[in-house]
């Protein structure tokens, strides 16, 4: 799980500087944003004139209508029946429709491109940043936790600043138009109804910390299943071997459960809004009712029938917005931690950059020198102590030791990956801090124990490093390190991770792949370690012709393949207990002996029990 913790806006007004925040990526699309804005308000300002069109449709077309036909049947004639007027009110009716239908149409094309473009802009920001960042950054975070930034995260922030925010515009404009209309008919039926949202504002504000809570806890805990799940569908064969599926399926239902309640709490809460909505709506709409009926009877009447009909669909009407606005809030309030959390991820700052003034490597020779250095990954505990190291341009230098005595870290300290806590490291007689990191890194080749390839082909994988090279650059690479035969591949698919290539056909092309940028600092961590004899034997054959004219460090776990190195160094607790070449070492019997004999009787016993099965079988 991760170590890391996201960062909290824990005060009463976290909200605020989130949306400010967001809007900021918004506001990069003016055109778009503003007109997003006209539109809803056009919107907001057609519903609200279709109660006006609706009153004066009464008092104009259907009292007069009715008064006339009263007359005339007092005086025993047939009613003169005009409908000019009816059609005139159609028509604006229409007309205001068809505003409206405009309108719509361009606050949900605005809306749509707000929402892309403001998800991609976060989603390469996130990207770049998780580029960017260091390796003691992963060293505190599960995948699954980093995931869901970049997916479900990013989607949900971007729908508050456009579908979400279209309900607070066409509600403000709403609010605002219906209350002035109002109380500009009637001060005392308008004054109801004000004095009703109040109520509603007070219990936005009471809840809103409630839901606050329990979202901003189920993301935590939707982090925490997201990596919980890859770790254990990725540790399926391990939890299997170990007959852990039970336990780990009993953990995974406990955060999922954890989860669910606090969801269904966050859900709960913002479920309430709509019944107290409705509850005090359907109040001030009866007294609205109760009290304009009266005006409208009494003799002489206090409104008309158009007023009242108008009133009593403003006094319903006005608590929609009201509604969407609480909506929004419940919205904000789910959405503010999933923005917590992608602004923290964005707001990180990278362990390792270039210092102020830093200036680049010229070619490098590939000398490197440890002067006194210190290193630890957790402070106060050590991993190297005052390492005194000199090797010069042009020599291979092999590790050997024990897992866990600092070997991985003298490669990772080489490729700047992590910096000295204390003391220098000098590539070239420069302190390598002085220069950038990536006129280092370009003169610098990797490879791992664990190899990794992406999607594609084997030609993109070979030249990902350096993407000019040549089929014959690669070709001649491939066939350096024993690789000739996938020359005529270049144009095959490896698949997903290369899933469709053996575990030593993707390390001969991870081989491939360093040494075609021509590096001058060649490492390899125990880059043979996970594939077959036959392979290693095909790469080993290729190993003196691919450090040949460059520095080299080589991690090894079959010390057999480094007995051909310039030096080997013995590391135990950080330090460097014996250097020098292997014959020299041997001689000595120190600890490397000790190492190099119990491994060769064990690969000799192996061999003989191998040869042994061979005789038995035939």
Not at 12 to 23: D, E, I, N, V
Not at 453 to 474: H, K, V
Request: hydrophobic share 45%; aromatic share 12%; proline share 2%.
């Amino acid at each position: 799980m991760s170590q890391l913790q996201d960062k909290q806006f824990t005060d009463k007004g976290a909200l605020w500087p989130f949306l400010k925040r967001l809007f900021t990526y918004a506001l990069h699309h003016k055109k778009w944003f503003w007109g997003f804005v006209l539109a809803v308000m056009v919107v907001g300002l057609s519903d609200a004139i279709f109660p006006l069109i609706w009153m004066y449709f009464l008092d104009n077309v259907i009292t007069p209508a009715v008064s006339d036909y009263q007359t005339a049947l007092a005086q025993g004639v047939d009613p003169n029946v005009q409908y000019t007027n009816l059609y005139w009110y159609i028509g604006y009716f229409a007309m205001n429709a068809i505003i409206q239908i405009i309108g719509v149409y361009f606050f949900i094309r605005c809306a749509g491109l707000i929402q892309e473009h403001v998800m991609f802009r976060l989603r390469k920001q996130l990207f770049a940043k998780l580029q960017e960042l260091s390796f003691s950054y992963y060293d505190k975070s599960a995948t699954g936790w980093l995931l869901s930034r970049i997916s479900s995260d990013s989607e949900r922030v971007t729908e508050l600043i456009s579908w979400g925010f279209l309900d607070v515009i066409w509600g403000f404009t709403m609010i605002f138009t219906c209350l002035s209309v109002m109380f500009f008919y009637n001060w005392q039926l308008a004054l109801i109804v004000l004095i009703a949202i109040p109520f509603l504002v007070l219990i936005s504000v009471k809840i809103r910390m409630l839901i606050l809570t329990y979202s901003r806890k189920a993301r935590k805990l939707n982090s925490e299943v997201t990596a919980n799940y890859a770790e254990h569908i990725n540790g399926v064969e391990v939890n299997k071997i170990t007959a852990q599926e039970t336990r780990v399926s009993t953990e995974f239902k406990d955060i999922s459960d954890k989860m669910r309640g606090a969801s269904f709490s966050a859900s709960f809460y913002t479920a309430m809004y709509l019944p107290m909505v409705i509850f005090i709506g359907s109040v001030a709409a009866a007294l609205v009712l109760f009290l304009g009926g009266k005006m409208a009877v009494d003799v002489p009447a206090g409104i008309t029938v158009g007023v009242l009909a108008a009133f009593f669909g403003y006094a319903t009407q006005i608590f929609v917005p009201i509604l969407d606005i609480a909506r929004f809030y419940a919205m904000a309030q789910g959405s503010l931690s999933a923005g917590e959390r992608i602004f923290s991820l964005i707001d990180e700052q990278a362990d390792i950059v270039d210092k102020a003034g830093a200036t680049p490597f010229a070619e490098i020779k590939g000398e490197i020198t440890f002067d006194h250095l210190d290193f630890s990954y957790v402070k106060d505990k050590p991993v190297l102590s005052d390492m005194n190291l000199h090797i010069q341009a042009g020599q291979s230098i092999a590790l050997v030791g024990a897992t866990g005595e600092g070997k991985t870290t003298i490669t990772n300290l080489v490729g700047r990956f992590y910096e000295p806590t204390g003391g220098a490291l000098k590539i070239d007689g420069e302190d390598y801090l002085d220069k950038t990191i990536q006129s280092l890194r370009s003169q610098l080749g990797v490879v791992l124990q664990t190899p990794h390839l992406f999607s594609g082909t084997l030609r993109d994988n070979i030249r990902y490093g350096n993407q000019e090279a040549t089929d014959e650059e690669m070709i001649a690479t491939l066939t350096l390190v024993g690789a000739a035969e996938f020359g005529k591949r270049l144009d095959e698919e490896v698949g997903d991770g290369g899933d469709k290539l053996s575990t030593g056909e993707k390390q001969l092309i991870s081989f491939a792949r360093a040494l075609l940028t021509n590096p001058r600092i060649l490492i390899m961590d125990e880059a043979t370690s996970s594939i077959d004899t036959l392979t290693e034997a095909r790469i080993q054959k290729g190993i003196e012709k691919m450090i040949k004219g460059r520095t080299a460090i080589i991690v090894a776990h079959r010390l057999s393949t480094i007995k051909n190195c310039d030096r080997i160094l013995v590391i135990k607790g950080g330090k460097i207990i014996e250097d020098g070449p292997h014959k020299e070492l041997m001689r000595q019997k120190g600890h490397y002996y000790g190492l190099y004999t119990k491994q060769l009787k064990r690969e000799v016993t192996t061999q003989h029990v191998e040869e042994g099965i061979l005789s038995f079988d035939s």
